[in-house]
């Protein structure tokens, strides 16, 4: 049950804002967020978990809505950095499921 | 700390062929997750070991399968190599359970003739 996430890609000018949304259609203990740069490995960012306690990047917000199975990544004031391939990905309420991602979201941060 | 480390980096195979990767996880990591990545298809699991045992199975042929050692490193071979099969394969690790930061290594790119 891959995660579906919204949108495929959006481009940005530096300091502008932008939200991706990741949804699942089963119960979900955690969520994940990574930023992948071409050619590297996936970073990364933040852990949502059932309860509402999150772990991660203190320049990046986020939010799960656990009546509704659904993240939001919040990139505010975008900086050139920020630009490469997002992914969420989430776990299932059954105990060491697995964590499975969505296809990603391209962001591109022009100057 | 070091990280999650794989080898071979980079592989060129030919169809038929069988291919072996491996990955060594962060130390104390128990538990080991293996994707493959292609364009437009994201992250896609094939599964995960926990302590010598496949814990979690992703939707591939049983041409991909693996194993983990008692020092928690991994190792993924796929035999009779297909085109399709062409991707980068990321190995990522983890404490133990869900809820978890996974670290991912910096993968192995096949290339399949």
């Known amino acids: 049950q891959q995660p579906v996430q919204s949108p495929q890609a959006v481009i940005l000018r530096e300091g502008e804002d932008a939200v991706i949304n990741c949804s699942s259609s089963?119960?979900?203990?955690?969520v994940h967020w990574y930023r992948q740069k071409h050619g590297e490995a996936p970073v990364f960012l933040m852990i949502?978990?059932?309860?509402?306690e999150q772990k991660g990047h203190d320049k990046i917000s986020a939010s799960f809505n656990e009546k509704k199975q659904q993240s939001s990544l919040y990139l505010t004031a975008s900086q050139l950095s920020y630009s490469g391939t997002y992914f969420c990905?989430?776990?299932?309420?059954?105990?060491?499921?697995?964590?499975?991602f969505g296809k990603g979201t391209k962001l591109t941060v022009n100057p | 700390k070091a990280g999650v480390t794989q080898t071979p980096r980079y592989l060129i195979k030919t169809r038929g062929q069988q291919v072996t990767l491996s990955c060594s996880p962060i130390?104390?990591?128990?538990?080991v997750s293996w994707y493959q990545q292609t364009p437009g298809q994201g992250l896609q699991f094939l599964f995960e070991?926990?302590?010598?045992?496949?814990?979690n199975k992703g939707n591939f042929p049983g041409r991909f399968s693996g194993r983990q050692f008692s020092n928690s490193r991994s190792e993924m071979n796929v035999s009779t190599l297909e085109l399709g099969d062409s991707a980068l394969y990321l190995c990522?690790?983890?404490?133990?359970?869900?809820?978890?930061?996974?670290?991912f290594g910096p993968g192995t790119r096949l290339l399949v003739l």
């Open positions: 990522a690790s983890r404490w133990y359970e869900g809820g978890e930061t996974q670290y």
């Open positions: 089963k119960a979900l203990y955690s």
């Open positions: 949502l978990l059932k309860g509402g």
């Open positions: 990905g989430t776990e299932g309420q059954g105990g060491s499921e697995k964590l499975v």
């Open positions: 130390s104390g990591h128990r538990s």
């Open positions: 070991y926990f302590s010598e045992t496949q814990r």
